[in-house]
């Protein structure tokens, strides 16, 4: 009844939670219980690539909340994704206690290499794994909301909004570069031994690490998607549709997009914070302007404003990049850019939406080289 | 602020010495208008006169000057902001017919229905069976039954320009303002929207905005003439088109 509720006619949520539950598991088990010799067996890294696709399908499906469903398009969402991380990355610097190269029980290494003599007063707490999860969250949502509730108020739209979110990820690179930030700057912060007591290093970890990426993106899925099928969800649209409009029916359009824009950083928080155990190290080099782009890239080629749309393309053009940078690294964001036009130019529903209508085609034409008398199109999930 | 006789009805719009100006340009020269309760108020004139900027600044998206623009008599627009006046009962129109493109028409009138507006509770709003009898009804008058399903930005010009007029009335709005709504319309959609209009007005009060004269004729209503951003003339339409400085400016090009 609720699943009925959720889904109505949608086969598309269906198929991907469904996927999703079968790569998982199979992953899982092909790890942990083949021997490392047999054909079928997963590698750890392999296990550790694909949890990290999974965070960036999270952040993908974030911006898609916003850019898909409210036209807002967050060229700085990757700062949110790193908030997180930091979050998550300061709590696992907190447990590796006296294990540290200078063996000092409290302060991580960089700070003893730095001579400080305490811990700063912002890092109090974030042993406590509970207090860094909820840090996971309010950091990006404060910073979102303060962010959104400035720019949306005053009305700051399009390409001026895109490009203050640039700037924002950009001051926040500059700031966790330096030293005094307490933030380990240019280094980051790295070698991570446990989470939640857990060697991090187990083929055990690694899978549980996984697993917990694909239920939280499943969850953020089924969030989105209650979210965007509820009517609030249909003033999202409306606002992205006619502004105006909206406005001029008593809509307060601010409180909506900043709503959906703090969610959003939220969710792309949480991302941030399963993707640092998983890569085991966090770096200034996240809140790098180019890592929000390229989020909004594997949107746009998975097909905007679809949600599973965001999810495959994040996973899609990240294969891709792993490939393609093992064998010309230097080529890579070239290669990135055609992409981002080529599915400008011909694929503007992208993967999700174009592909349906390809084999659609397909089917269509088979039929007639059959020589049958054209059949009644069959119904087709639409790529809302 | 003194607003005429005191015995006779509150107006429900009265703008009095409104001005305003983008770069120096006066778009609205001190401006004064008065519509009573229940009236329909047909404004012709010619392009750029200002017609559009007195929607603007009665619908809360530009700010005056100088000026009064009170609502029901009592009420400062001039203080409140786009949300709050179209909820205080002010349902406004485009120029360019503007719907939703990717709902469906149905879901259009839904989210115009008055009620709820407030993010929170629009999130667990369910569609309650007074609100589908009003879509329905709505449908009905706009003669969108049939294309209920549809996505309104499959409809056609005129489909999208009643749509808009239904999601206005899907407001229940005591005021409405409507701008240029017969632009691009078959003659016979005008002849059609003008019966609408008068069958609106039976309810509500109608500020339109129109520059076909046939159009005009068939609301039979006071008309008020605006000319670089003030009234040149205002009257029933075979008195102002009778005026010379009226026929100088509009209509004698
Ligand atoms: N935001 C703005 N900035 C600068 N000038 C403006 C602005 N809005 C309107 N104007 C100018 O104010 C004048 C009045 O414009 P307005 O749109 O109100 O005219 P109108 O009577 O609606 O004309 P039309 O019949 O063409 O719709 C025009 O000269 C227009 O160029
Ligand atoms: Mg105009």
Redesign the pocket.
């Known amino acids: 009844m609720i699943m009925k509720r959720l889904f109505g006619s949608d086969a598309m949520a269906l198929w991907f939670l469904a996927c999703l539950l079968v790569v998982t598991v199979l992953v899982g088990v092909l790890n942990l219980a083949t021997p490392a010799d047999s054909a079928l067996h997963v590698p750890t890294y392999l296990v550790a690539l694909l949890g990290k696709y999974l965070c960036y399908a999270i952040l993908a499906l974030s911006i898609d909340l916003v850019w898909g469903y409210v036209g807002i398009l967050s060229l700085g969402h990757g700062a949110f994704f790193a908030l997180g991380g930091y979050a998550m990355g300061m709590y696992l610097m907190r447990q590796i206690g006296p294990r540290g190269v200078y063996g000092d029980p409290v302060l991580p290494d960089f700070m003893v290499f730095l001579n400080w003599k305490e811990l700063p007063w912002y890092w109090l707490g974030f042993d406590n794994f509970l207090f860094a999860m909820v840090m996971v969250a309010l950091v990006p949502g404060i910073l979102a909301f303060v962010f959104g509730y400035l720019a949306f108020r005053s009305r700051v739209t399009g390409v001026y909004l895109s490009i203050i979110t640039q700037a924002m990820t950009y001051a926040l690179l500059l700031a966790f570069f330096r030293n005094d930030m307490g933030f380990g700057g240019n280094n980051g912060l790295t070698d991570f031994k446990d989470l939640l007591g857990f060697n991090l290093q187990t083929d055990g970890m690694r899978v549980a690490l996984f697993a917990a990426s694909a239920l939280a993106l499943a969850l953020c899925y089924l969030l989105c998607l209650w979210i965007t099928r509820s009517r609030f969800g249909k003033v999202l649209i409306a606002v992205r549709d006619a502004e105006s409009r909206t406005r001029f029916m008593g809509y307060r359009v601010e409180g909506y997009k900043l709503a959906a824009f703090t969610l959003s950083a939220v969710m792309a928080g949480v991302a941030g914070a399963l993707y640092v155990p998983q890569v085991g190290i966090i770096n200034p080099g996240e809140f790098a302007p180019q890592n929000s782009i390229e989020a909004v890239v594997w949107v746009a080629v998975g097909g905007r404003g679809t949600l599973v749309g965001a999810a495959v393309g994040a996973i899609v053009v990240n294969f891709g990049k792993t490939v393609f940078t093992g064998v010309l690294p230097e080529l890579w964001l070239f290669a990135l850019g055609g992409l981002f036009v080529f599915v400008t130019l011909l694929m503007p529903k992208g993967i999700v939406g174009t592909v349906p209508q390809l084999l659609d085609m397909m089917r269509s034409r088979k039929a007639q080289n059959a020589g049958e008398t054209a059949k009644p199109e069959a119904p087709r999930p639409a790529a809302e | 602020m003194q607003i005429g006789d005191t015995s006779a009805p509150k107006p429900i719009l009265y703008v009095d010495g409104v001005t305003v100006t ?2 120096g ?1 006066r ?2 020269n001190d401006l004064s208008l008065v519509i009573a309760p229940g009236e329909m108020r047909a404004i012709i ?12 600044v009665i619908t809360g998206k ?1 700010r005056p000057d100088v000026g009064t623009v009170a609502f029901n008599g009592d009420v400062d627009l001039t203080k409140l902001d786009e949300a709050a006046i179209a909820q205080l009962g002010i349902g406004r129109k485009f ?1 360019k017919p503007t719907v939703f493109e990717s709902h469906t028409v149905r879901d259009n009138l839904q989210l115009a229905l008055a009620g709820l507006r407030k993010p929170f509770t629009v999130l667990f709003a369910k569609e309650t069976a007074k609100e589908r009898q009003r879509i329905d009804e709505l449908l009905e008058l706009t003669k969108l039954t049939e294309s209920h399903g549809r996505l309104a930005g499959d409809l056609s010009h005129g489909q999208k320009q009643w749509l808009e007029i239904g999601m206005l009335l899907a407001q229940e709005p005591a005021l409405l303002l409507v ?2 709504p017969v632009a691009g319309m078959t003659d016979a959609e005008t002849a059609e929207t003008a019966e609408l209009l008068v069958e609106i007005n039976k309810t509500r009060s109608v500020v339109v ?1 129109e ?1 076909d004269m046939t159009f005009v004729k068939a609301l039979g209503v006071k008309v008020t003439v ?1 000319h670089e ?1 003030s009234v040149l003339a205002e009257g029933p339409l075979d008195q102002v088109q009778a005026n010379e400085r009226v026929i100088e400016v509009y209509l004698g090009r």
């Not at chain 2, 004139?45 to 603007?56: C, H, I, L, R, S």
Request: no cysteine; net charge negative.
């Open positions: 983008f770069d340009f778009a609205l004139g010619p392009n750029g006169a200002g017609k559009t900027t007195m929607m603007d530009t120029q701008d240029e905005v520059h605006l951003g």
